[in-house]
């Protein structure tokens, strides 16, 4: 998960919050932006003329940027809003949610894949540091909230469905103690770094010397979220134990 912190909290678009206010839920939106450069969305926010913020911004291409620290701000996110969540009747949506935008259009076009994928680890992280878990009674899309009804219609290019579908996808692997007994072939065309952790800043493992060369084949005995590569976090360990080798590098053969 590549997260981007170099426009935290320089939006004047918020304000600060009581420490340890709870947060309810997800609020998810999309930016309506036709350029597919984050950073129109990211310089336009800064401005009080623009009136709002958020506290996630995900580009096309899978990277986060933190835009507003969620422990220290309340983010303007949702407008006039409500949301009902556990019996209770919320009018200031932006104090009880987390703000995620999606770098899109707002037309139906699909987002990317790595646009997913962030999605889905940045819910994940949610989770574990918010407690806002992934049954999906605790996300909620900027249409939903939007009052009067109608006034939104975001996200059109993704459904908190798929999202945390991925998400749970992940945490199944981040947590598997079974066998994976799949095998691989390297695709990589200067072969396969074997790495002694997840990651790649981790050394190649054999003293540099496990390098799986291409159209060779690796058997994978359990999976384990590391490193991201792009916005996939996913490395298979080698069954015979040597270390971890990225998903990027490899196909499934069987």
């Not at 450069?37 to 003329?49: A, D, F, G, R």
């Not at 139906?108 to 049954?135: F, H, K, R, V, Y």
């Not at 770094?193 to 994978?220: C, F, K």
């Amino acid at each position: 998960m590549t997260v981007d912190t170099s426009y935290i909290n320089a939006t004047v678009n918020k304000h600060s919050r009581p420490p340890g206010s709870p947060y309810k839920g997800r609020c998810w939106h999309e930016t309506a932006s036709q350029t597919g450069n984050p950073y129109s969305t990211l310089e336009w926010n800064l401005s009080s003329q623009a009136g709002s913020s958020y506290h996630y911004l995900i580009a096309r291409d899978g990277t986060i940027f933190s835009y507003v620290d969620y422990d220290t701000y309340t983010a303007w996110h949702a407008g006039k809003a409500q949301w009902t969540v556990d019996n209770v009747t919320y009018t200031d949506v932006n104090a009880i949610t987390i703000g995620i935008e999606l770098d899109g259009p707002n037309d139906g076009t699909p987002c990317t894949n790595g646009q997913i994928d962030a999605a889905a680890l940045l819910a994940l992280a949610l989770w574990e540091d918010l407690g806002i878990n992934l049954s999906g009674h605790y996300d909620v899309t900027h249409k939903q909230v939007a009052t009067p009804a109608g006034r939104k219609s975001d996200p059109l290019g993704a459904t908190i469905v798929q999202i945390l579908t991925r998400a749970h996808e992940f945490a199944t692997m981040a947590q598997m103690d079974e066998p994976l007994d799949a095998w691989w072939r390297v695709i990589a065309s200067d072969g396969a770094n074997v790495r002694e952790e997840p990651s790649t800043s981790s050394p190649v493992a054999l003293d540099g010397a496990a390098v799986i060369p291409y159209g060779q084949t690796l058997q994978s005995d359990t999976v384990k979220i590391g490193d991201p590569v792009g916005a996939d976090p996913i490395w298979l360990h080698h069954a015979a134990g040597i270390g971890f080798v990225h998903r990027s590098c490899v196909q499934r053969t069987g």
